[in-house]
């Protein structure tokens, strides 16, 4: 008899909570999305600040380690056959770590839920997964905006690693307020509570290794804790087990300006002379070019230390007309034809219908009308751009490269081809000049943005060094699965070589059909 009241009340209590896939419905909210509260922001961070306090609840330190045959099955999983994916997680876990864990810690978790988001998204804010789940914690829309993440055509906080690690913080408080379990409450996070709730009353057990040895919960729930066991082991100690040659990426530092006007993203990081996708990746959440207000302002992260000149430049960038501008070569407009539905839209652009509604903000009961315009990956340059690499690597010689080399480099001067992530400012470095003279070269007007294939004029005549370089170089199409470290491995040079080469700053991020440049002894 008091086993079953025992039980009565932990149903009671566990019934007051709310699932992953919905929260409990009210008057003002029937479908159980939006909670009416507003994540916290921080205002800047720097590697400097002090720490917070730590957690002064013991249980509440750090979550267990336990060994078993499940979490050595994938420790052996990211050694082996999962290694490049292992390593492409570790070299972005230290540019988000030391901010997600103060996070973290400033809730008054433990700082290895960070693992998390490790095995979630590998710490990407594209991150999208075939059920809709998006961004560092993988939140669908409902739960996202239950926690009170912006998601609109322009803003998906779930891609911000501040914001989204606030939301994802709320909702393990609650859900280790339920179970007392961290092992459950990450169960819970990946199947939902209600089914970890329904198992642990049906079983009278709160042990997850128990649940999992009688197989009551679905196979990827069962490898979901010791999966993130494995990551975390390994993480914390690469050299161990075998990953000592991360190329690590910086952590992330930034400080806040608050704006009353939206602004062009991409136009304000050509005038503080930034690198567009740098600049971006500290403002991941907004979905294009445009930033928008929330309310009546605009939070802003700029690099440190760079107020001052990032709000003349953002005055300069002001938007007027308020609409959405993807970032270049990453997406064009489909008109809705008829008989399409987003499956037959997305198999015609080899994309997913989940990140289709993602890119285009688009509810699951939004039907599509006829004539309806939509946003899905531009898939022709990528085409075109895979198609020359293949040609280049195959058929083309040394001396058919510095050819074609010497093309852009006739007549009445040089010609630069534009690149993503290019400025004038970053153009003018190179080829030591001045904006002002790039500017005059090309009747390029002040403000004027820079489009991803542009052809621009640039200082000097034929650079016959640059033509024998060319000749000396030999390219590499980066195919799927590569890294930086197997290409530098390949061909037997370092991989600093390599990034200094192709200007690399962020190795991780290679994109398959690329173009390497390789550094040879004769080339140096």
């Known amino acids: 008899m008091m086993r079953l009241l025992t039980w009565s009340l932990v149903l009671a209590m566990l019934s007051g909570c709310a699932t992953r896939n919905g929260s409990t419905p009210t008057a003002n909210d029937p479908q159980g999305t939006n909670t009416g509260t507003e994540v916290k922001d921080i205002s800047s961070f720097r590697l400097s600040d002090p720490e917070g306090p730590k957690v002064v609840d013991q249980e509440l330190e750090s979550i267990p380690t336990e060994v078993n045959p499940l979490v050595e099955k994938w420790i052996a999983y990211f050694q082996g056959r999962g290694r490049p994916h292992m390593e492409r997680y570790l070299a972005r876990s230290t540019r988000y770590e030391k901010l997600m864990k103060k996070v973290l810690r400033d809730n008054g978790l433990p700082e290895d839920l960070f693992y998390i988001a490790l095995i979630e998204s590998g710490f990407s804010s594209h991150a999208t997964s075939h059920a809709s789940a998006v961004g560092y914690w993988q939140f669908i829309r409902g739960t996202g905006k239950r926690y009170g993440l912006e998601i609109s055509p322009f803003v998906d906080e779930r891609r911000d690693p501040v914001l989204a690690t606030q939301a994802a913080a709320e909702y393990f408080k609650g859900l280790y307020s339920v179970f007392g379990s961290w092992y459950l409450a990450m169960a819970s996070y990946n199947v939902g509570e209600n089914r970890v709730k329904r198992e642990v009353m049906n079983h009278y057990t709160r042990d997850f290794w128990e649940l999992a040895r009688k197989k009551r919960l679905p196979k990827e729930t069962i490898n979901y804790v010791p999966k993130f066991i494995a990551a975390k082991m390994i993480a914390k100690e690469p050299d161990k087990y075998g990953f000592g040659e991360i190329d690590y990426l910086p952590p992330i530092e930034f400080d806040h ?3 009353k006007q939206p602004i062009n993203l991409r136009a304000m990081s050509e005038k503080l002379g930034l690198n567009y996708e740098d600049f971006k990746a ?3 959440k907004f979905k294009g070019e445009v930033a928008t207000l929330k309310g009546q302002d605009l939070m802003l992260r700029i690099p440190p230390g760079t107020n001052e000149a990032a709000v003349v430049a953002a005055n300069e960038s002001v938007v007027a007309d308020v609409r959405f501008i993807a970032d ?4 064009q407009v489909y008109r809705i034809r008829r008989g399409d539905n987003l499956n037959a839209v997305a198999r015609r652009y080899r994309t997913t219908v989940a990140y289709l509604r993602d890119l285009n903000d688009l509810p699951r009961r939004k039907t599509l009308r006829v004539g309806m315009r939509i946003y899905v990956p531009d898939r022709t340059p ?3 751009r895979e198609t020359t690499s293949r040609s280049v690597a195959k058929n083309k010689k040394a001396s058919n490269v510095a050819k074609a080399a010497v093309a852009e480099l006739s007549k009445d001067g040089r ?5 993503s992530g290019d400025s004038l400012f970053t153009i003018a470095r190179k080829y030591s000049t001045s904006v002002a003279e790039l500017q005059r070269l090309n009747s390029l007007k002040r403000g004027r943005i820079l489009k991803v294939g542009m052809k621009i004029r640039v200082p000097g ?3 016959s060094s640059a033509v024998r370089e060319v000749a000396k170089t030999k390219v590499h199409v980066v195919k799927r699965g590569e890294n930086l470290s197997a290409i ?4 037997n040079v370092s991989m600093n070589d390599i990034k200094e080469k192709n200007k690399i700053r962020n190795p991780s991020s290679l994109l398959v059909g690329a ?6 002894e004769t080339a140096q």
Do not use: H
């Open 257 to 259: 300006i608050a704006l």
């Open 282 to 284: 500290l403002n991941p």
């Open 328 to 331: 270049s070569g990453d997406t």
């Open 382 to 384: 990528v085409k075109d």
């Open 415 to 419: 010609y630069y081809i534009v690149q």
């Open 461 to 463: 005549g034929v650079d």
């Open 488 to 491: 530098a491995a390949k061909y």
């Open 515 to 520: 173009r390497i440049k390789i550094p040879s």
